[in-house]
């Protein structure tokens, strides 16, 4: 236990705010034992520091190019078309790297919960999945700056955790796997 | 005297989080605990000055402990703080009706955080 505890000033709230949630992130991830634990990690970081529980996990095959659903938490995927939520433009934008991020979705501008976030898994300079965070909490309005922080993190650590060291060369080809709310939460 | 929270939750990462804005930004003790019936197990031995419990964990939720700590002498005046995903009023109105003090929701936000524990616990 840390004995030299201090209390932060107020001018460095935010950013003290940021740091503990991008440390704790970092330590869950890396302390995450097998995929099954690493998958229950990142549905924690996504519960607990974005505010959302209908979140998935597309695995890309890079043999054919093909999304697959690798899975999938308050939400069923299974019918989830990635291209027609994303375009051929930003669904690119996502495969070479950017995150992709809405605030409050176009045509459901104003309604409450309908930002969400497609992130890329990366290894080296590759998009092995793609994690959708799709929805967000009622009492989460909209994604901020510091999310973004954690956008980056899940996008640079989460792969060797979730896929393992080989994560580039595995193909699509886990059973596809569907939980909901009231499993866990 | 340093304050004792006990921080309970399923889940490693909230876990982590709370213990790290405790430890790092106040000066409360903490312990922790990972479901309702270690929590009301700890809370008979470590008598804390506020519990900081999750609703939904595995073996006994939140406010099945929040009930059992309520029924015995020796936790019955502990102030109780609920942490939920969950906003919704009618859910609030069930955790108050368990016997909490208090309710705060997912995402977590640490000042808001620290704000009501000082507002039980002073500084």
Not at chain 1, 78 to 106: F, S, W
Request: contains cysteine; negative net charge.
């Amino acid at each position: 236990m840390n004995r030299d505890k201090h209390k932060a000033s107020g001018s460095t709230e935010a950013d003290a705010r940021d740091d503990l949630r991008l440390s704790a992130a970092r330590k869950r991830l890396a302390e995450s034992r097998g995929q099954e634990d690493a998958i229950e990690g990142v549905r924690e970081i996504v519960a607990n520091f974005l505010g959302s529980e209908e979140l998935g996990l597309f695995r890309v095959d890079r043999g054919n190019g093909a999304f697959h659903v690798f899975w999938s938490f308050g939400i069923d995927l299974e019918e989830y078309d990635l291209l027609r939520a994303l375009g051929h433009p930003g669904l690119e934008r996502v495969m070479r790297g950017e995150c992709h991020v809405e605030l409050a979705a176009g045509e459901h501008a104003g309604e409450m919960g309908r930002a969400r976030a497609f992130v890329p898994i990366r290894v080296g300079n590759q998009t092995v999945a793609i994690l959708a965070i799709l929805r967000l909490l009622p009492q989460k309005l909209e994604f901020d700056i510091a999310d973004m922080e954690l956008f980056k993190l899940l996008s640079s650590e989460a792969a060797k955790p979730l896929f393992g060291s080989g994560a580039c060369d595995a193909g699509a080809d886990s059973q596809p796997v569907t939980e909901g709310p009231g499993i866990r939460a | 005297m340093t304050k004792k929270i006990l921080v309970v939750d399923d889940s490693k990462t909230a876990l982590m989080m709370e213990r790290e804005i405790l430890e790092r930004r106040t000066t409360y003790q903490c312990v922790t605990a990972s479901d309702g019936r270690e929590a009301v197990e700890k809370a008979q031995q470590e008598r804390p000055d506020l519990v900081l419990m999750d609703v939904v964990m595995p073996h006994m939720n939140g406010f099945e402990a929040c009930k059992m700590m309520r029924q015995q002498a020796s936790t019955r005046e502990i102030p109780i703080v609920l942490v939920t995903t969950r906003g919704e009023e009618a859910y609030m109105e069930a955790g108050f009706q368990s016997g909490c003090n208090d309710y705060i929701t997912k995402p977590i936000d640490s000042a808001e955080l620290i704000a009501l524990l000082q507002s039980y616990l002073g500084e």
